[in-house]
């Protein structure tokens, strides 16, 4: 059995390359569905769905073995990971930066659809953050994103969901 001479921490710096293809200013490691990575005699890479229906979860997948691949890994495999079920709260502090510097405003930790959706919870807009905005449709341009607008500067915003 052939050993892979690479370091966990190495593989992980990598994977921080690999964007998410329907928010490509997001890595995968800022979306915190990286949930593992062991090396043995290949590299196996565990990443957690951000929902079951996500139409980018094989996209993801093919590009992890590609960029691993691009890096001299020849043996690598992905094993996706159902439970714990992904949630919002892993997104890194950075990926939440990234999110609101794109025009996106990035979910609060701990916050509940119903909350959201029920106006226990006010969605700061990304560009003035200001909190008087407003849901326009709970579906924006992919099925993890709702359309906003603020009150104040009157831009149109997506909101990262909830989940």
Known sequence: M???????EQVLEWLHEV???EIPVLSITDLG?????SIGSK???ALA???SGCPATEVIEQSVIDKLHDCGIDDVSVKRVLSPAWTTDWIS???????????IAPPEYGASKRE???????VACPQCASLRTAMVSE??????????RCNDCLEPFEYFKCI
């Open 43 to 45: 590299v196996v890479v």
């Open 2 to 8: 052939v050993v892979v001479d690479i370091s966990r």
């Open 49 to 51: 769905p951000t929902y």
């Open 33 to 37: 569905i990286v949930r593992d990575v």
């Open 93 to 103: 502090a950075d990926g939440r930066k990234k999110l609101r510097d794109y025009g």
């Open 139 to 148: 579906f924006g341009s992919t099925p993890c994103k709702a359309s906003y």
């Open 116 to 122: 959201l959706l029920h106006g226990r919870r006010n």
């Open 19 to 21: 964007p998410d293809p």
